[in-house]
């Protein structure tokens, strides 16, 4: 089965860093990707991790260790419009193919 | 990237009532998904649609509950069927690029209140 962690609600102010935590258990692992959704909005893809590392990608960065099933997005100079909630997702390969969401992090941007 | 469409973009139903949801793309693919969204949550994956055999349902879901389509690379429908409120829910179909990454590209979604 599958076990994806991540914080329910963020706060952060403008300008400022904020790092999201992700934490997953889960067999046939073949990557973790981050997104970000908007209310209202599909999910929009953010970053893929496959590898352990960092992976930077402008303001946003997404580390993976998957020796501790830990993953986390960093992003800075936080903007207002990066108010949204960010999805963490591991890509099982079980012999058959799937994108399982963790819990999603409610991030919220004040002036 | 993908480019993808959803019908309808929201509706309202009564219970009892079944309701089909089309989700079409501008290129052809191998794969589609279907997830729910439920409000506050994040997404569940319903079933995997391959053109040419039968979907693949996720544990909690069911072809009777959630018949799928798939007539060719391009197109799929999701049926909820016999609905109740418990079903009010966005559903999103999604579909998988082609880069090494695997990425998955969503429809903007099918909100369904049910009522």
């Known amino acids: 089965g599958q076990n994806i962690d991540q914080p329910t609600e963020m706060t952060a102010t403008e300008g400022a860093i904020v790092q999201i935590n992700c934490t997953y258990q889960?067999?046939?692992?073949?990557?973790l990707f981050w997104y970000q959704q908007h209310a209202g909005e599909a999910p929009t893809f953010l970053s893929y991790n496959v590898l352990d590392g960092l992976e930077e990608k402008g303001r946003f960065s997404s580390f993976l260790s998957r020796s501790k099933g830990y993953s986390y997005l960093l992003l800075k100079e936080l903007q207002m419009k990066d108010s949204a909630s960010y999805l963490c997702?591991?890509?099982?390969?079980?012999?058959?193919?799937?994108?399982?969401f963790g819990t999603g992090t409610r991030l919220l941007v004040s002036p | 990237s993908a480019v993808i469409s959803q019908k309808p973009s929201r509706d309202i139903c009564q219970r009892g009532t079944s309701l089909t949801i089309q989700c079409q793309v501008d290129?052809?693919?191998?794969?589609m998904f279907w997830y729910r969204q439920q409000p506050g949550q994040s997404l569940t994956l319903i079933a995997t649609a391959n053109q040419g055999s039968e979907a693949t349902y996720e544990s909690g879901f069911v072809i009777d509950k959630f018949p799928i389509s798939r007539p060719n690379l391009t197109f799929s429908t999701l049926t909820v069927s016999n609905m109740s409120p418990e079903d009010s829910s966005i559903y999103l179909c999604?579909?998988?690029?082609?880069?090494?990454?695997?990425?998955?590209?969503f429809g903007p979604g099918t909100r369904l209140t049910v009522t």
């Open positions: 889960t067999s046939g692992f073949n990557g």
């Open positions: 997702a591991v890509y099982e390969d079980t012999g058959f193919q799937k994108l399982v």
């Open positions: 290129s052809q693919v191998t794969m």
């Open positions: 999604s579909v998988e690029g082609a880069g090494v990454g695997y990425e998955q590209y």
